[in-house]
Structures are given as structure tokens and as C-alpha cells.
């Protein structure tokens, strides 16, 4: 095989290489709509987070449950964002017992994540019980 043959095959190779390199990206990258519908879930799970630790700090002062969202969004309880990212309707809260709750959402994708704050698409409640906060 001459040099030149050979320079035209790896460079043949190098160009298949990067071809397929690229493909693969394009392949595993999402749509940036998909990325936003992601980011916005995850920014929803955020938000029932704060809220929780809302829920926290009103029990560690009260040592009782707000009876709904409105009475918790009365108390000084730290930054917490009280509606939907997209569709600005509120979060959902619900005493269900003395020392239980649930904060709802409504999420367009099912998680990756597993564990508490799991969910499916659609409209998911998460179950808590407050905790005490140290002083």
C-alpha cells in the first residue's frame, strides 16, 4: 500500500470517526423544549422542598400544622416560591393528621430520580411529617 493510499484510508477513518462522533451527540442530547420541561419539574421539586422546610419552621414555632397554605404564607418562614413555575396556579397543601401532611404538584415528566421526591407525570402529592428545628 502506497503512502498516499494510506494517508487517504486514516484520513477516510478520522472523517467516519468524527461522523459518527457527532451522530452520538445529537443522538443523546435532548431538545432544548425537553430540557426546559425537565428543569421546570425539577425546579417544582425544589419548591416542595422549601415549602416543607416552611412547614418545619411554622411547626418549631407553633408546634402545630398551618391549616392550609394560605395560614403558612402569613408567617415569616424564609424564601419559598408558593406557585407553579409555568402555570403560576399555587402548590398544594393539606394537613392530614397532627404530624402529617402532603405538598402536591403537577409534573410533565415522570423523574429519573429515586426516593422521596420521586414522581410520575401528572399530579403527584408527597407525604411529610414536620420536624423539629434546632434553635
Known amino acids: 500500500m502506497s503512502a498516499a493510499s494510506r494517508d487517504r484510508l486514516a484520513g477516510g477513518v478520522a472523517s467516519l470517526a468524527v461522523v459518527a462522533s457527532v451522530a452520538a451527540g445529537i443522538y443523546l442530547m435532548r431538545s432544548p423544549s425537553e430540557e426546559r420541561t425537565l428543569r421546570l419539574d425539577q425546579r417544582r421539586v425544589a419548591d416542595l422542598m422549601a415549602l416543607s ?30 406557585r407553579d413555575p409555568e402555570s403560576g396556579a ?20 415522570d423523574s429519573a430520580a429515586r426516593g422521596t421526591w420521586a414522581h410520575r407525570a ?14
Open 90 to 109: 399555587l402548590y398544594e397543601y393539606q394537613p392530614l393528621a397532627e404530624r402529617s401532611y402532603e405538598v402536591c404538584a403537577t409534573f410533565d415528566r
Open 122 to 135: 401528572g399530579r403527584q402529592c408527597f407525604p411529610r411529617e414536620p420536624r423539629t428545628l434546632e434553635r
Open 53 to 82: 422546610a416552611a412547614v418545619d419552621v411554622y411547626w418549631t414555632r407553633h408546634k402545630s400544622l398551618p391549616g392550609s397554605l394560605n395560614e403558612l404564607r402569613s408567617e415569616p418562614v424564609g424564601a419559598v416560591e408558593w
